[in-house]
């Protein structure tokens, strides 16, 4: 699999200076009198990979925690600095073995379910294609958990798949599905939304809505097309008006001229 940079980058953990080098003699000497250890207390040998790729992330761990270039720390050393950076650490792994194969065995989806956290992010689609076809259901839910934590739930749930996924373009990004118009307006309670909206919006706003002829639902509420927040907003849709809701705009319209 491939993962973007800004991932990536959030799930290495960082070392205590901005910038520091290892010394690479070190690092190799502490992997060939270690390995056995520290595979141990990192839970590789629970994750059923191979001995080449869980020398890689020994490696790579004690790149992440060897902080002197100079001197060699003890096992108890490295082993207390994998306890304190323990969170980071297992993220860091999940990531590894994300980026190393689309096909997990039990253990790693379970390892990456639970310590993956925002590093499961650009996979979510993969690890859910691989639940589904593995029989795997049980863990749907906490991927789902996952998601809604570190991901980019939306307002509306996909009907196929059960996350808050449904984009603005009506697809899932999790499962592919699509949905239309008349499902995003039922989940999103548009009629009555709308009508709020018609009773509380200015005079110039009802005029951009009609010229436009649709509408932009967020979570914070219903905006015309032209108003200045929508470049802001994370996520919305693009409802497009029916002729009941033209004439309910109309009609407010009137109302208010007659008050004046």
Known sequence: MVKNDEASRKSKPKGRGSVRKVNKDIVGELL?????????????????????????????????????????????????????????????????????????????????LSYGEEAVIPFISEIYRELIKSGRSELIDALKYVWEKYGRPTLVQCPKC???????????????????????????????????????????????????????????GIYSPRNKAVSSLKAFYSIYLVGREISLIISEMSSREQEI
Do not use: W
Request: proline share 1%.
């Open 32 to 112: 060939v009198q270690y390995f056995d250890e520290i595979s141990e207390a990192l839970g590789l040998r629970g994750l059923v990979i191979d001995e080449g790729f869980q020398r890689e992330l020994v490696r790579e761990v004690l790149e992440l925690i060897v902080h002197s270039t100079t001197s060699k720390p003890s096992i108890d050393v490295l082993l207390r600095r994998i306890k304190s950076n323990r969170r980071s650490i297992n993220k860091f792994i999940s990531a590894k073995i994300l980026e190393s194969t689309d096909k997990f065995t039990a253990e790693q989806l379970n390892f990456i």
């Open 162 to 220: 059960g996350f808050r996924s449904i984009m603005p373009d009506y697809s899932c990004t999790i499962c592919g599905y699509s949905v239309t118009e008349s499902y995003v307006r039922e989940q999103l309670s548009f009629s009555a939304l709308f009508e709020e909206y018609v009773r509380t919006a200015s005079i110039s706003d009802l005029r951009e809505v009609l010229d436009a002829g649709f509408v932009i639902v967020s979570e914070s």
